[in-house]
């Protein structure tokens, strides 16, 4: 079966949909941004400015991948990060341009790609994104990403979707078999209906993460904390529902809220020399092996499955590496 392009689908997506756009309010004025951070903050997340904590960042180095709107970015400006920002779509990447015209904050946005940031190995003291790396095809490359751009004791704070959480399982009974989204469009297409999605028929792609899978993610990482948040049904249209979701709130978002924020630090240079650096050689001899018998062989690189050798840095622990070349050889042979 073809690979759907799910970048190109991601651009469709948001350029005809901006994530939270309000239609009521025209684009880019500062009632369409204070329509959307009411909305953001009031009403959809309250718990987000706390959470992320944006005045810790005073003063860091920090890139934002997929800003969206740019509600977070500016969150972090005004609050003295000196911010970097990347995004897929231009839609949004736009909006937050003129954004930070409006207040007189530095353009430092680019149009890219969170699986190739175009940025320098260890030039940044955070990486935050919230809402994005589940619906980029290869996650574990983008955290990889991230880590290279971090300088060592730099932190990662990642809001993924949560395989846990009510809201999927909701999804899946409801949306998927009780009204046979699943048999009627497949797994894939049913998901990526619950973006909002009124201006195209694109299929962004949504993936959800259990709190070991993202832990396996980071596994590169030093120290990482994993918390759900989110648990949702405060507006449900069952009284009871909403009863309990606001009465036990607290309790409901640790245990079934559907994101899972991940804050994890790369390790400082001392820890991560000793821990991190003891077999530099083996995993790049191991994966110009594969890369030689592969090209011998008539099949196709490993450069094709996005993979090269220079990604495997002495800084990441041999586990780490040694799963970069085993995922890399599986995708290969998938490939040939
Ligand atoms: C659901 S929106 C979230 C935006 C924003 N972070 C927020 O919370 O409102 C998903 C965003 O991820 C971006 N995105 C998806 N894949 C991406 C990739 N590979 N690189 C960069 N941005 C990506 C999309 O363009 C979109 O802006």
């Known amino acids: 079966m073809k690979q759907r392009d799910w970048k190109a ?3 469709k997506q948001w350029n005809a949909d901006p994530c939270g756009a309000d239609r009521t309010t025209t684009f880019g004025t500062p009632e369409f941004f204070a329509h959307i951070d009411h909305k953001r903050y009031v009403e959809y997340a309250p718990w987000l400015p706390q959470v992320v904590g944006f005045d810790r960042y005073a003063e860091k180095r920090l890139l934002e991948i997929g800003v969206g709107l740019g509600a977070d970015y500016i969150s972090f400006a005004r609050a003295g990060a000196r911010c970097f920002g990347i995004d897929l779509t231009p839609v949004h990447i736009e909006a937050t341009r003129r954004r930070l015209l409006l207040e007189h904050y530095p353009v430092r946005l680019t149009r890219g790609d969170a699986e190739s940031l175009p940025f320098a190995d260890q030039c ?9 790396l589940h619906h980029t095809p290869d996650t574990r490359g983008a955290i990889q990403e991230i880590f290279r751009v971090l300088r060592p004791g ?8 949560h395989w846990g959480s009510a809201f999927y399982l909701q999804t899946v009974l409801v949306r998927g078999l009780l009204r046979g989204g699943f048999f009627r469009y497949g797994y ?3 998901m990526s209906q619950i973006e909002q999605r009124e201006h195209s028929d694109a299929i962004p792609l949504v993936k959800v993460y259990s709190r070991r899978e993202a832990r396996r993610l980071f596994s590169g990482f030093g120290k990482i904390q994993i918390e759900a948040r989110h648990f949702g049904y ?16 607290e309790v409901l978002d640790l245990a079934f809220g559907w994101y899972l924020i991940v804050r994890a630090r790369k390790p400082p240079l001392e820890t991560g020399g000793r821990k991190t ?8 001899i191991c994966s110009a092996g594969f890369l030689s018998i592969s090209r011998s062989c008539g099949i196709r690189g490993f450069y094709d499955t996005g993979f090269s050798p220079e990604r495997l840095r002495p800084s990441l622990p041999l586990a780490a590496r040694v799963k970069m070349i085993l995922s890399a050889t599986k995708a290969q042979i998938l490939k040939t």
């Open 9 to 11: 689908e991601a651009i």
């Open 124 to 132: 940044m003291d955070a990486v935050y994104s919230f809402g994005v």
């Open 154 to 161: 730099g932190e990662a704070i990642v809001g993924l979707y």
């Open 188 to 190: 894939r297409r049913t």
């Open 234 to 249: 405060s507006n449900s249209r069952f009284a009871v529902i909403r009863k309990l979701a606001k009465r036990y709130s």
């Open 277 to 284: 650096g003891r077999h530099p050689g083996v995993s790049r």
